[in-house]
């Protein structure tokens, strides 16, 4: 008997001190299940999260315990560990409180700034979803319809040769495309949809593959809407937009959600020859969630748009008056794109501990685009006109499990995920045309195939404060191309096989301190038609890179958080799409700095900062020749921000580049830039009114620039020189919005 009694209390002596495992469930005021809400234990200092059913499990945990429960936009609670998922913890909707930010040991630790600055300026546009990514800079060149030319950590990454770009998993880069490797056109995202957007900078994530050296960029859609929304706009240039957001579920359907959405965008834009630019999308999202907590979603979009483009324009025309800021030497530029997605997801919590979750994909994807960079330079009677086409076909599937446990003493998540992508283009075409219609000569035209099959694994052990997170990632790439200009068949080919490991440090001091140190290894593929005539160059350049960090919350309503960093790059050869030829860029280094403020003034009024510097250098040219063309050396943006005052929300904002070289030895140089935004909304009950203003003072400056040699029709030689796109002018637009 004495020894019953003995095993009793010292059962409950060591349950008292080790706790047990805790399960529950936490939801909005309408019952819906909310993830991402950070659960901690204020006795033991344990810590999870909910996962995409709001359940969560917590360890070393007694039901005596008080757990601090929180997720921003929602008010904070402390209720007591004794919860069910049959009884679960509701959450009421609240302002954002800078203070319930957490710092915890995540290695994509910088996602709380993109959830802050959407919750507190909302995107209206596309160009805008992807400028939320702190040290973004993206400008567009053709007329609003091509892809936006993106810039990144010293990199110019053209339309997206070195940032991996994903919506709710599904790629939007396009390898080997006929415009340029790693195309990534964001159009089909319409802005009112974007839920969360994940990023992070450098390759050190073992999930993401191919492209992501500078970094990646991961958007999410919303699984439901809280209410349907029409609305109109109408600004200067012509411009007219209608988006309509569409519950078409009962709002009381706890386990299912489903909603449609639309936007049709029209503009001539500022330029003296009318751009003639329609764009039209439509999304389509269900969502089901099932008894044994797994989920299954279906997402299906359609995109198209066209129009017409002035070009890049020379300095030299502009001077001597020959043609306005807003002219052209070529209107018969533009070109037309189209894209329609299927998207499968599908989540399964296996227990507590355990998931798996995957996502099928499939794209359709048209392009053509008209464009003259350098006018008369290589044929004097009919010009430089060129067209680029692709027809394209992508398959694709991701696949990841996941598992929480203990290894003695320490708490580790471990993962492993494989899956495949597949292009396959007909008919990838670099023809010289006149006036669109009139083909002169085919410079390229084949076949490409190119296939990606992964594997990945990584993991993340807590040792106290210290998270150590190593990874590794396998990639097998095929490159087929099939040149329809031979006058033999040939189906030429190649094969290349790489390993990508990956070590991150994560030391976090309590809730307000952390430091990181990141390392790996990443790289991109090459276009196909590159890797198959020869197989000597380097078919997936590696890069390796490393970053020193901290993110700090001084004060509850202040966050910084701070960078250094450094990026070597190997000898890359890039397929040119604009000319058709190949080009080595050498090796290369890149090193800086990032810094990034986010301050909470009252409850309504926010500030935020973000700087960037970087110096970026070719390895293998002599000092004075080894400047990287448009490569940035330093950004910033800044702005100031009211969020839900007596029905009032805006902002006001600017963005700043500084001058860079456009060529090798610095002798000409892409001015930089100083833009201000603002924008003012006032709601009423279910009626938003609102106004913005883009480039508030009216300034003169160049949206994307190139050094570039041309000629025109009546210059006896020609002439290397910026050659530019003006960016957009003084641009007033009014909003009408009704949700119900």
Do not use: C
Not at 7 to 31: M, R
Not at 216 to 231: I, M, N, R
Not at 315 to 327: A, E, M, P, Y
């Amino acid at each position: 008997m004495k020894l019953i009694i003995f095993l009793f209390l010292s059962f409950v002596i060591v349950s008292t001190a080790f706790g047990q495992v805790v399960k529950g469930k936490i939801v909005n005021d309408n019952g819906k299940p909310i993830e991402g809400v950070q659960i901690f234990n204020t006795r033991t200092n344990e810590h999870t999260h909910t996962n995409e059913f709001g359940i969560f499990t917590i360890d070393k945990t007694n039901s005596t315990d008080i757990l601090s429960v929180g997720v921003l936009g929602f008010k904070t609670r402390d209720v007591r560990a004794s919860v069910s998922e049959s009884d679960p913890i509701v959450l009421d909707e609240d302002i954002l409180r800078l203070e319930e930010v957490v710092i915890r040991p995540k290695l994509a630790s910088l996602n709380f700034i993109t959830a802050i600055d959407l919750k507190v300026t909302p995107v209206n546009s596309s160009q805008e979803i992807l400028r939320k990514v702190p040290g973004l800079f993206i400008g567009q060149h053709a007329g609003g319809g091509k892809a936006e030319q993106l810039f990144l950590r010293g990199f110019d990454l053209d339309h997206g040769t070195d940032i991996a770009i994903s919506v709710d998993g599904m790629p939007v880069n396009m390898v080997s495309h006929a415009h340029g490797q790693g195309y990534a056109d964001l159009h089909f995202l319409i802005p009112e949809t974007v839920d969360k957007i994940d990023f992070g900078k450098g390759p050190y994530y073992a999930d993401k593959g191919d492209l992501a050296t500078a970094g990646y960029v991961a958007f999410k859609t919303k699984e439901k809407l809280d209410k349907s929304t029409v609305g109109v706009e109408l600004g200067q240039f012509n411009t007219k937009r209608v988006i309509g957001l569409f519950n078409i579920l009962d709002q009381d359907k706890a386990n299912q959600d489903a909603y449609i959405a639309t936007e049709y965008l029209l503009t001539d834009g500022p330029f003296d020859a009318p751009q003639n630019f329609k764009r039209i999308n439509l999304f389509g999202k269900y969502t089901s969630r099932f008894n044994d907590n797994s989920k299954f979603s279906l997402t299906v979009s359609h995109f198209t748009s066209k129009w017409d483009a002035s070009g890049q324009i020379p300095q030299r025309l502009v001077d001597d008056g020959t043609i306005s800021w807003f002219g052209a030497v070529d209107d018969t530029e533009g070109g037309n794109t189209s894209r329609t997605n299927v998207n499968a997801a599908y989540f399964k919590a296996i227990d507590d501990n355990t998931y798996f979750k995957a996502n099928a994909f499939y794209s359709k994807y048209k392009f053509e685009l008209y464009s003259n960079f350098t006018f008369f330079l290589e044929d004097p009677i009919n010009g430089d006109q060129i067209r680029q086409k692709e027809n394209r076909d992508i398959f694709g599937l991701n696949s990841e499990w996941g598992k929480t446990l203990y290894l003695g003493d320490v708490k580790t998540a471990i993962q492993g995920g494989v899956g495949f992508r597949s292009d396959a283009t007909k008919d990838t075409e670099l023809s010289r045309t006149k006036e669109r219609y009139t083909t002169l000569e085919n410079l390229m035209l084949g076949d490409i195939d190119q296939s990606n099959i992964f594997a990945y694994a990584g993991a993340q052990f807590e040792f106290g404060k210290l998270t150590v997170a190593p990874g590794v990632r396998i990639d097998q790439f095929q490159f087929n191309y099939q040149n329809k200009l031979d006058t033999i068949f040939q189906n030429k080919g190649a094969q290349k096989t790489l390993l990508s490991p990956k070590l991150n440090f994560i030391y976090t001091e309590n809730d307000n301190l952390q430091f990181y140190l990141k390392s790996g290894m990443g790289f991109h593929s090459n276009d196909t038609r590159v890797v198959v005539y020869d197989k000597d160059k380097k078919t997936v350049p590696r890069v390796f890179g490393s970053d020193l960090g901290s993110i700090w919350k001084p004060i509850p309503r202040l966050i910084v958080n701070s960078a250094l960093w450094y990026l070597y790059s190997e000898q890359e050869f890039v397929y040119v799409g604009d000319a058709g030829i190949i080009e080595p860029s050498g090796k290369s280094r890149r090193m800086g700095a990032d810094l990034g403020i986010r301050y909470q003034l009252n409850n309504w009024l926010f500030l935020d900062a973000d700087a960037n510097y970087a110096f970026a250098r070719s390895i293998d040219e002599p000092k004075g020749e080894n400047y990287i063309p448009l490569a940035p050396d330093f950004t910033s943006t800044a702005g100031i921000s009211l969020s839900n005052w007596k029905s009032f929300s805006g902002s006001f904002r600017f963005r700043f580049m500084n001058n860079r070289p456009a060529n090798e030895d610095n002798s000409i140089v892409a001015d930089g830039f100083t833009v201000f935004d603002v924008n003012l909304n006032y709601q009423y009950k279910g009626l938003l009114v609102g106004a913005s203003i883009e480039n508030l003072f009216n300034t003169k400056w160049k949206e994307t620039q190139f050094a570039t040699e041309s000629r025109l029709q009546n210059e006896p030689e020609s002439v290397e020189e910026i050659h530019f796109t003006p960016g957009t002018p003084f641009f007033f637009r009014a909003r009408v919005a009704y949700s119900f």
